[in-house]
């Protein structure tokens, strides 16, 4: 069956570093976003993506992060300037155009800042 | 998004049927339930979803009330793997707003 490919699956940064969190969605969806999992908190919804631009962002994705696709294949979340507050789990999911369809989550790139 | 209301926990025997209930009594005529779980130390996976119909797949069963105020995830014979989160959310299919989760029903499964 497909995957959602994230890499790394850990990563350590020092506060104030850029971090980039890389994802290749499935071949053939067209939706793409992040989530994010603070330790023992409910998934939070960050940044939706299509046709190569944001569809919807939260509050929480503010000018610190961005997004791109920088080929037909990856999809990357940036956070320019880390904080303590951003160590969480982060996911990428992906989804086929279509109501039929669920979105699919990768296993997630666990990001400590400290 | 409309909301939805689950139990925060519940416990079910190894092998035996579950019924995870969710309560959106503000759900709009287009909006969709969706139920994703989350296993430990995993992302969320889809299960199922369902607009007016009750529906079936591999994973579960999907029972809408008539009025559409609630819904009900059956597990037919719960394993120790099917211990995880449960998450009930609308999706408006019209506007086609994204995916935002509640805090779930934590499923333990004894066995």
């Known amino acids: 069956e497909p995957e959602v490919t994230q890499t790394p699956s850990h990563q350590v940064t020092q506060m104030g570093q850029e971090v980039i969190l890389r994802c290749v969605p499935i071949?053939?969806?067209?939706?793409f976003y992040w989530y994010r999992q603070i330790l023992g908190q409910k998934v939070e919804f960050l940044v939706s993506?299509?046709?190569?631009?944001?569809?919807?962002k939260s509050e929480i994705f503010d000018d610190q992060f961005s997004v791109e696709r920088p080929d037909g294949s990856n999809f990357t979340l940036k956070i320019r300037s880390t904080k303590l507050e951003d160590s969480a789990m982060y996911f990428c999911a992906s989804r086929r155009t279509g109501w039929a369809y669920g979105y699919t989550f990768g296993s997630g790139t666990r990001l400590t800042v400290v | 998004d409309a909301k939805t209301t689950q139990p925060n926990s519940m416990e079910s025997n190894e092998e035996e049927p579950v019924h995870l209930p969710c309560n959106h009594s503000?759900?709009?005529?287009?909006?969709?339930i969706h139920w994703y779980r989350q296993l430990p130390s995993q992302g969320p996976e889809y299960v199922i979803h369902?607009?007016?119909s009750n529906v079936n797949n591999r994973m579960a069963s999907l029972a809408i009330a008539e009025d559409r105020k609630s819904s009900t995830l059956i597990l037919h014979r719960a394993t120790l793997r099917d211990a995880a989160v449960y998450y009930c959310?609308?999706?408006?299919?019209?506007?086609?707003?994204?995916?935002?989760f509640g805090a779930g029903t934590r499923l333990t499964v004894k066995p």
């Open positions: 959310i609308l999706r408006d299919g019209y506007n086609n707003n994204d995916m935002r």
């Open positions: 369902g607009l007016t």
């Open positions: 503000t759900i709009s005529g287009t909006d969709y």
């Open positions: 071949s053939n969806h067209l939706y």
């Open positions: 993506f299509y046709n190569n631009e944001i569809s919807e």
